[in-house]
């Protein structure tokens, strides 16, 4: 069954937006932090972000700060990731998951890519 569901990537300048959306399991997204993850080709799956249960709790790695901002609905089983001010380096696919994530829950993610 469906668990996770991203979308809202694409292409986009350097210093350009986006905005993520990840529509969650209501089984998993009403009892977990959740988080949004990376890839990018050659290189393993990263943590970018992530949000507790109640909408507090938000950690970000160092490389985002500032520019990135994850929220989360309650009501609507989503969580979302701002991105702004993005950098080429920012391109890879992302994921979201609960946090931490659980191999059974990874979607197709979403391709996110930043030209120069």
């Known amino acids: 069954q469906v668990r996770m569901v991203e979308s809202g990537g694409g292409l986009v300048q350097a210093g350009g937006s986006l905005r993520l959306s990840c529509a969650a399991s209501?089984?998993?997204?009403?009892?977990?932090?959740m988080g949004w993850y990376r890839q990018a080709p050659g290189k393993l799956r990263e943590l970018v972000a992530r949000?507790?249960?109640?909408?507090?709790?938000?950690i970000y790695r160092d490389s985002v700060k500032g520019r990135f901002t994850i929220s989360r609905d309650n009501a609507k089983n989503t969580v979302y990731l701002q991105m702004s001010s993005l950098k080429p380096e920012d391109t890879a696919v992302y994921y979201c998951?609960?946090?931490?994530?659980?191999?059974?829950?990874w979607g197709q993610g979403t391709q996110v890519t930043v030209s120069s």
């Open positions: 949000i507790g249960v109640g909408g507090d709790n938000r």
């Open positions: 209501r089984s998993i997204f009403s009892s977990n932090a």
């Open positions: 998951n609960r946090f931490p994530s659980s191999n059974d829950y």
